[in-house]
């Protein structure tokens, strides 16, 4: 029986639906489970992947900010002002005093005045004042310059190469005695023609017309054709009152400095202070043909030429000295006392009622 019942016809019908017996079939409970499965993983996606892109915000910020802060100029934190030197300035064997310059003026008491022990200290201080007055001297600073090599002397009064530009700075200051004193102890140094010549000059300013006539005499011996000194010889002989002397060194400078008109209308005055009506007409005369349009050269030719009695002359030189300047400056100049010789006469009166008409006109367009 049981071999037949292995042995039946698979085709005969039978009541069992056989594609439900063979299917595999998941129970409802278990679809759920895998519903709720699938919904808390995608929760936990989305959870850990905007917590991710937080991450990223706030990480890039950060960068950006950090990347600004570096760029941003930070705020200058205020320090102690202190005198600048510019370092481009200064030769690399000189850059010490950049830091030096912090405590130079500490330390309080100097001692006891006058020479100081040669120490590192001392000489340290000294190179110091040294430097930042060559350096006041670059930076067109002569009060400062003269301070700084003052205080170089006062710790080594004998301390060479310093006394030459001390004189100079004291001349300009006109200091006349305390520039002499610096240039003489300059020439001990060192005997140079601009010494001498400035030595001279000092003694000038300070009156002392021997000791300046001594050293610009010498002076002159060590360059004879110097303007310079000529000019200074002029200018002491004046104050000295030998004009014969200071007329030989202004011709002397003149011939060869001939082009400067200061000196040339300085020395035409000074002929006329002297009366050699003369020989300033002459001068003046030979002047105008080099120069053409100064007109106090020939306001001063016509004054000359009034005191010599030459009055065609006179009118000649006021006419042309009347073309290069306004009216009222011409009639300021024609009512000197030196014309009063010929302020009557017709030719003197036409040119005032021109000069009057013309600053009337000139007055009416302004």
Known sequence: MKRKD?????????????????????????????QRDLQRTRTASLFFGGLALLVSV???????????NERTVSR??????????????????????????QVADQGGDEGVPGEKPLSSKWVKKAAYHIIMGQQALSMNEPDTALENFQKVVEIYPEIEGLHRSMGMLCIQREEYAKA????????????????????????????????????LLHALELQPESPICHRNLALLYRKMG???????????YIDLRPNDLDALQDYALYLTKLARWKEAAEFLTELTREVTNVA??????????VQNGQQA??????????QLVDPDLALAWMSRDEFNVVRDSSDFKKLVDELEISAVSLDGIQ
């Open 180 to 215: 002499a004193e610096y240039l003489e102890q300059a020439l001990k140094e060192e005997e140079s023609f601009d010494v001498v010549n400035n030595l001279g000059t000092a003694y000038i300013g300070a009156k002392e017309y021997e000791k300046a006539e001594k050293n």
């Open 6 to 34: 292995e042995l039946r016809d698979i085709y005969q019908s039978d009541p069992h639906d056989f594609e439900k017996d063979f299917t595999p079939q998941v129970k409802q409970e278990i679809i759920e489970q895998r």
């Open 76 to 101: 200058k934190v205020p320090t102690r002002e202190v005198a600048f030197i510019p370092r481009h300035t200064l030769p690399s064997e000189a850059t010490w005093v950049m830091e030096y310059q």
């Open 58 to 68: 706030a990480l890039t910020a950060i960068v950006i900010r950090d990347f600004l």
């Open 313 to 322: 002359k006179a009118m000649a030189a006021l006419q042309r000295g009347i």
């Open 296 to 305: 106090p050269i020939y306001f001063l030719l016509a004054q000359v030429q």
């Open 242 to 252: 030998t004009p014969d002397s200071a007329i030989f060194h202004y011709e002397k």
